[in-house]
């Protein structure tokens, strides 16, 4: 059974940078796009970046377009997310989720993932 750990969220403070990591426990994780969604309170899950499987390729929601950047060690099994200029409204808990490869959808679409974590929340004080 995959497992998807996160960690690295705590509180900072508005402007202050911030890194997070996915750990995947599967075999095959270097095989697979990963990505990172949020889900601020009250507010639906959103799509926040995402990574092919070579590290080459990335995209990003425009609301954090220029401030985040996500990355990935496949011979750490482990995806990243930098983030800097942190403000209020990124304030959310973040997952990381892994896509299944014979799933249809574009990056951004959740059903197209089929393994989450459990989320780490990242609180931004103004």
């Known amino acids: 059974q995959v497992q998807l750990i996160e960690s690295g969220g705590g509180l900072v403070q508005a402007g202050d940078s911030m890194r997070l990591s996915c750990l995947d426990s599967?075999?095959?994780?270097?095989?697979?796009?990963m990505a990172w969604f949020r889900q601020a309170p009250g507010k639906e899950r959103e799509f926040v970046a995402s990574?092919?499987?070579?590290?080459?390729?990335?995209d990003y929601a425009d609301s954090v377009k220029g401030r985040f950047t996500i990355s990935r060690d496949n011979a750490k099994n482990t995806v990243y997310l930098r983030m800097n200029s942190l403000k209020a409204e990124d304030t959310a808990v973040y997952y990381c989720?892994?896509?299944?490869?014979?799933?249809?959808?574009?990056?951004?679409?959740?059903?197209?993932?089929?393994?989450w974590g459990q989320g780490t929340q990242v609180t931004v004080s103004s």
């Open positions: 990574i092919d499987w070579s590290g080459g390729s990335g």
């Open positions: 989720a892994r896509r299944n490869n014979m799933a249809g959808g574009g990056n951004s679409i959740e059903s197209a993932y089929d393994y």
């Open positions: 599967g075999r095959t994780f270097s095989v697979y796009r």
